[in-house]
T-cell receptor, first 115, second 113 residues
Framework: DAKTTQPTSMDCAEGRAANLPCNHSTISGNEYVYWYRQIHSQGPQYIIHGLKNNETNEMASLIITEDRKSSTLILPHATLRDTAVYYCIVRVGDAGGTSYGKLTFGQGTILTVHP | KAGVTQTPRYLIKTRGQQVTLSCSPISGHRSVSWYQQTPGQGLQFLFEYFSETQRNKGNFPGRFSGRQFSNSRSEMNVSTLELGDSALYLC????????????FGSGTRLTVV
């Protein structure tokens, strides 16, 4: 699985958009970009994933550059409850690969939303 | 629907003992993965089970083992506990391996003294 690079920490004001970048310059053609977050003392929570097109769901938007070497997770209106560690993960997204359920977590980005 | 249930939530064991942790996946989910989380190493993949078979394994010693039952519930066992095994052990379930979204439980906090 491709390695990802994320900033160690970021701050965001409540109500503003939080834009979390992720670099994955060695991503392969069949690898998806996944985002999870972990709020203190809880298990990671799936947020969103994408292959090459931009994606949006009720939680966030995922913007993937055309060359797929980087992506940005956007929380449109951050709240205090969005304070968490955000993980960007790249892995094969189908059952044909050998990675199966293995999610390789890096250190993630600590997002702090302040009033 | 009920989420991923892990029991117990907290556990204190003595070095040299063994421990068994349990995970009940979301109803209908047949894949169960286990992770260890420590402050120093972060989240690390232990193994994944699907249809009662281990499909993938991380880089952990043989003291760490697991199994999955016909109802998809899973257990992991750690024998001859070491102080370094103190960690949060997380279980995640999905419909099948490779399916995109994994739902994690709240974990079992194991302390080895």
């Amino acid at each position: 699985d491709a390695k990802t690079t994320q900033p160690t920490s970021m701050d965001c004001a409540e109500g503003r958009a939080a834009n979390l970048p992720c670099n994955h310059s060695t991503i392969s053609g069949n690898e998806y970009v996944y985002w999870y977050r972990q709020i203190h003392s809880q298990g990671p929570q799936y947020i969103i994933h994408g292959l090459k097109n931009n994606e949006t769901n009720e939680m966030a938007s995922l913007i993937i550059t055309e060359d797929r070497k980087s992506s940005t997770l956007i929380l449109p209106h951050a709240t205090l409850r969005d304070t968490a560690v955000y993980y960007c993960i790249v892995r094969v997204g189908d059952a044909g690969g050998t990675s199966y359920g293995k999610l390789t977590f890096g250190q993630g980005t600590i997002l702090t939303v302040h009033p | 629907k009920a989420g991923v249930t892990q029991t117990p939530r907290y556990l204190i064991k003595t070095r040299g003992q063994q421990v068994t942790l349990s995970c009940s996946p979301i109803s209908g989910h047949r894949s169960v993965s286990w992770y260890q989380q420590t402050p120093g190493q972060g989240l690390q993949f232990l193994f994944e089970y699907f249809s009662e078979t281990q499909r993938n394994k991380g880089n952990f010693p043989g003291r760490f083992s697991g199994r999955q039952f016909s109802n998809s519930r899973s257990e992991m066992n750690v024998s001859t506990l070491e102080l370094g095994d103190s960690a949060l052990y997380l279980c995640a379930s999905s419909l099948a391996p490779g399916i995109h979204g994994y739902t994690f439980g709240s974990g079992t906090r194991l302390t080895v003294v």
